[in-house]
DNA sequence: GATAATTCCTAGTAATACGATATGGAATAG
DNA sequence: CTATTCCATATCGTATTACTAGGAATTATC
């Protein structure tokens, strides 16, 4: 079983389609088309897209959607918390509840997550590369050198 | 929404307990009493954990479960996978679907995760420490000096 | 204006996963 | 003989998720 939800992946691949066509704006109806999903999912799926401003609608005729900003800004871990929510791995507020166990330990892997996906960019997933990333980044996790150019 | 499974949290809890009382085996009513849950319901969560080999269980009076290992030497990671199944973020045999986008790109994800829960283990966990981690992890992410006293 | 293309919004339904419980008994060992 | 693990299955409730549906609002074009 896949720890993403259907709705980022899709999400993604919408996002590539949008990129992919910069200068004019695509309908759902294309996106439909191109992704073989129902017009009707996708409009719900640009929904939170649009909310928070990562792709821009057009209505009437010949109207659309088209990304707000250069796939080389729009960070991973944004579309990953629009469409799936929140990188947690406890939520219970107090963080001292018994399922914590351990409370620093779910803080730390949370932040190594999202401190990880930060550094991804759309451009990233669309031109299938392993992602760039600083040699460090702050007090977590990083890729290192790999040989795989980075 | 926590993105971890209840048995997971669970299965922390009940390796805990075994962990604190090493000398002696511990039984599921035992362990019912203490973590609050019913009997048949960790006997469930405690057969992967066996069959895994984490914990040792002996059978007849004063029988009982105990850690196979000591809790430095079991990794958060196997945990997770024997209680919420693998860290995959596409399921996809190929790696090649529509949904996955980017192979590479989930393929290094999942590697950054795995990464850093293969080297917290369960005596972290216990401790609520953060976890001790070597400066660099191979070519995956890595807790660096944090002021936390890694 | 009228019309048609499109986004926008709100609900609702269907399928699935998961947590949790329940039952019943076989095997094993003090 | 009794306490316990072991194992299988199946069931139920609920939360989540995927997906559908209908129609209001907006805008380009004729």
Redesign the interface.
Known sequence: ????K?SL??G??IL?VLARSESRPVSVRELALE??QSEKYLEQLLLPLRHARLVTSLRGPHGGYHLSRPPSHIA?LEILELMQ?P?????CPSRQC??C??????Q??EA??ET??AH?TLA????????KLPA?VG?????????LGI
Do not use: H, Y
């Open positions: 079983m896949s720890n993403l259907t992946k899709i993604l691949q590539s992704l073989g991973l929510g990188v947690t791995f406890c939520d018994a399922e166990v351990s409370p620093a330990m779910w730390t892997l190594c997550m990880s996906m991804v990233d997933v669309m031109t299938m590369r392993p992602p460090r007090l977590s996790p990083v890729w290192v050198e790999n040989g």
